[in-house]
Nanobody, 113 residues
């Protein structure tokens, strides 16, 4: 079973850009059929799928975030990344990476001045 670990800043300011990295171990992000997603959960709310990159590098985004999000991957490091720009306090959430049925532990991101 693969293991995923998110990393990135816990506190960012409004209008700034959030960058998170998901490091995958125990399996390759290029393995056939792998879909690697970012999901977030604001306080008191449900899970929101944000975007994903698949095993051949195809990328898709939530329509609600499409203008502000970028997902990419680094196959040499077995990592995939999230960039979310023009942050507001509404982007405060726990951010998760997930793939092949596994989830990272999540990382709390607070957007505040």
């Amino acid at each position: 079973q693969v293991q995923l670990q998110e990393s990135g800043p816990g506190l960012v300011k409004p209008t700034q850009t959030l960058s998170l990295t998901c490091t995958v171990s125990g399996g390759s992000i290029t393995s056939n059929g792998g879909y690697w997603s970012w999901v977030r959960q604001p306080p008191g709310k449900g899970l929101e799928w944000m975007g994903r990159v698949d095993y051949v590098g195809r990328i898709s985004y939530s329509p609600a975030l499409k203008s502000r999000i970028a997902v990419s991957r680094d196959t040499t490091k077995n990592q995939f990344t999230l960039r979310l720009n023009d942050l507001t306090p509404a982007d405060t959430a726990t951010y998760y990476c997930t793939g092949l049925g596994s989830w990272g532990q999540g990382t709390q991101v607070t957007v505040s001045s």
